[in-house]
C-alpha cells in the first residue's frame, strides 16, 4: 500500500513557474514507476510526466516537453514536478500516481495508487 500526498500548487501568473512535490508512505517507493497526470475542469484526466523507479526514464506529454522536469528523491520518498513558463491551459487539478510498471506509462490505468491532487491556476 502507498499513499501520496502532493503539496506546491496555488496561483500563479502566465509565465511563472511553481514545483509541486508528492510524498510517499511506505517502504518500497523506490521501486515505483511514479507519474504526474492533471484534470482541468470539464476535461478528462490527461497524462503530464512519470519516472521510473531507477529515474533513468522519463516520459513527457508533448505539451509540456521542454517545461516541465519530473525527478524523484527515493531517499525522501517523494517525486517532484518542476513547471516553467506556465500557460492558462496549464490551470488544472494535478495528481501523483504511483503504479508497478517497469518503464513509464502514460495511460492512467496503469498506476494503482493515487494522490488527492493539488491545485494550480495559472492566470493570463
Known amino acids: 500500500q502507498v499513499q501520496l500526498v502532493e503539496s506546491g500548487g496555488g496561483l500563479v501568473q502566465a509565465g511563472g513557474s511553481l514545483k509541486l512535490s508528492c510524498a510517499a508512505s511506505?517502504?518500497?517507493?523506490?521501486?515505483?514507476?511514479m507519474g504526474w497526470f492533471r484534470q482541468a475542469p470539464g476535461k478528462e484526466r490527461s497524462f503530464v510526466a512519470a519516472m521510473s523507479w531507477s529515474g533513468r526514464r522519463t516520459y513527457y506529454a508533448d505539451s509540456n516537453k521542454g517545461r516541465f522536469t519530473i525527478s524523484r528523491d527515493n531517499a525522501k520518498n517523494t517525486v517532484y514536478l518542476q513547471m516553467n513558463s506556465l500557460k492558462p491551459e496549464d490551470t488544472a487539478v494535478y495528481y501523483c500516481?504511483?503504479?508497478?510498471?517497469?518503464?513509464?506509462?502514460?495511460?492512467?490505468?496503469?498506476?494503482?495508487?493515487w494522490g488527492q491532487g493539488t491545485q494550480v491556476t495559472v492566470s493570463s
Open positions: 500516481a504511483a503504479g508497478t510498471g517497469m518503464v513509464p506509462q502514460v495511460g492512467a490505468s496503469s498506476y494503482d495508487y
Open positions: 511506505g517502504r518500497t517507493f523506490s521501486s515505483y514507476t
